[in-house]
């Protein structure tokens, strides 16, 4: 496997992606705390160990969570991805959380697209040289699978690029879980946070969506409001896609798993049974192609009948849409052509 994976990134051009001395970040996921469908570490270090080769210098790298778990700031961040094997000894590469302690470190990328003028990623990212976009290809509730394009958009923003991806609503306050203990808004920036008999509350009008609230509430007290329908969501997350890949325009190249694919996002604190076999790796300078190839591929194949695949189970029937019926995965493959991120069309070259 570790041959195969060097021959597949020799093969896709990094080499004339990373150079000499230069601070590459590899984006991946980490993993909530109980899940396992993750990319495994032995395999990340294979990559790292060809970026080492071209003398690049890698770092992993993820950004914090805008939900309430165990990635939702740089401690806890960290401390899951050693838990998972993420460490020196079996990486051979540190990890640096992107947008800092608490998701608040970030760069504002002018994008100009129809939902933003600018978007916020972490700022590690935008200061690294060059980019290896690391996705463990699978389902995902909103947008049908995650691959590189939402590694990317939703993987790369900061807690307040999240934010404005998923809601145009601020957060809420449950008052049942509320003890008035004051820390949210002692770090809110803009004062939206009062007592209201006794417990706090978040003034909407003034909220500026940067979810600080979210991770330092005590009791979780602090709720999201998931209400973008998914067609919206896609086009978000695609131009803050459009936004890193805009910064590092011809320093990025991304890497597909097709193993283990799970049903749902990696950030859940469980993995249920692959909805269809493993397939393989998959490697491209082309984000929009390489997502495109990899649904391609898991479509083709025969589903798990005792999965938490319901329908589409016969070879070459939308297994994204037996999963999620109401989600159109393909949006986001539309609009990242739209804004010229890639290109849908590609061509398949195996490699052995």
């Not at 469908?37 to 805008?66: E, H, S, V």
């Not at 760069?107 to 996705?135: M, P, R």
């Not at 990899?294 to 070879?315: E, F």
Request: glycine share 8%.
């Amino acid at each position: 496997m570790s041959d195969k994976i060097s021959a597949l990134l020799h093969k896709a051009g990094i080499a004339s992606i990373i150079r000499r001395n230069e601070l590459t970040a590899v984006k991946v996921h980490f993993g909530e705390k109980g899940n396992t469908a993750f990319i495994r570490p032995i395999f990340l270090r294979d990559i790292i160990n060809f970026i080492n080769g071209l003398g690049g210098k890698p770092f992993l790298t993820d950004t914090n969570t805008l939900y309430r778990g165990e990635r939702s700031e740089a401690v806890s961040h960290v401390a899951i991805a050693l838990l998972h094997g993420f460490n020196f000894t079996a990486v051979a590469a540190p990890v640096i959380i992107a947008d800092g302690l608490r998701g608040t470190d970030e760069t504002s990328i002018s994008i100009q697209a129809k939902h933003f003028s600018g978007v916020l990623i972490g700022s590690a990212i935008i200061n690294a040289d060059s980019l290896v976009c690391v996705s463990h290809f699978k389902g995902h509730e909103l947008s049908g699978f995650g691959g590189a394009l939402k590694n990317l958009g939703m993987g790369c923003a900061s807690r307040e690029g999240k934010m404005k991806q998923h809601t145009d609503i601020s957060p809420a306050i449950e008052r049942n879980d509320c003890t008035g203990c004051g820390r949210c808004m002692e770090q809110c920036p803009v004062q939206a946070i009062a007592y209201v008999r006794k417990k706090a509350a978040i003034n909407a009008g003034i909220c500026i969506g940067c979810a600080k609230c979210i991770t330092v509430c005590p009791q979780g007290a602090v709720k999201i409001s998931w209400d973008e329908n998914n067609r919206l969501f896609q086009e978000k997350m695609v131009e803050y896609a459009l936004g890193v890949v805009q910064n590092k325009k011809n320093k990025l190249i991304f890497v597909n798993f097709l193993t283990d694919i799970s049903p749902q996002c990696d950030c859940y604190g469980h993995a249920d049974q692959s909805i269809v076999p493993d397939i393989g790796i998959l490697a491209s300078t082309d984000p929009v192609a390489i997502d495109q190839a990899s649904a391609d591929l898991v479509n083709a194949q025969q589903g798990a009948m005792h999965s938490a695949l319901m329908k589409h189970h016969k070879p070459h029937q939308d297994k994204f849409r037996g999963l999620y019926p109401s989600v159109d995965w393909e949006v986001q493959l539309d609009y990242a052509e739209k804004l010229r991120i890639g290109a849908r069309r590609y061509t398949l070259i195996r490699v052995s």
